[in-house]
């Protein structure tokens, strides 16, 4: 199995910043893929931003220029640096990766989401 442990969220004012963690553990081959999605009250999930183990990035158009997804690839841990803070940011963000687990079964998983709250 892969355990997922997020952290990094909280109170921030709006143009505040703020940065997210999330470390893969366990059963991992290796990770095709770790990105960040949100979801706020009332509101479907949503793709934040993603990147890939080639270093590819996909990221929402909402957050261009303010947010920056990294990676660690020796610490199987994905990053999301959150500047120039919107209340409509506001939303519990949820890690998700795609590994390769040994014998080569691929998984996805979900973390189970820190709350980021912006206050105006």
């Known amino acids: 199995q892969v355990q997922l442990v997020e952290s990094g969220g909280g109170l921030v004012q709006a143009g505040g910043s703020l940065r997210l963690s999330c470390a893969a553990s366990?059963?991992?081959?290796?990770?095709?893929?770790m990105g960040w999605y949100r979801q706020a009250p009332g509101k479907q999930r949503e793709l934040v931003a993603l990147?890939?183990?080639?270093?590819?990035?996909n990221c929402a158009d909402s957050v261009k220029g303010r947010f920056t997804i990294s990676r660690d690839n020796a610490k199987n841990t994905v990053y999301l640096q959150m500047n120039s803070l919107k209340p409509e940011d506001t939303a519990v963000y949820y890690c998700?990766?795609?590994?390769?687990?040994?014998?080569?079964?691929?998984?996805?998983?979900w973390g189970k989401g820190t709350l980021v709250t912006v206050s105006s």
């Open positions: 998700n990766t795609d590994v390769t687990m040994p014998g080569f079964r691929r998984v996805y998983n």
């Open positions: 366990g059963s991992i081959f290796s990770i095709n893929a």
């Open positions: 990147i890939t183990s080639g270093g590819s990035i």
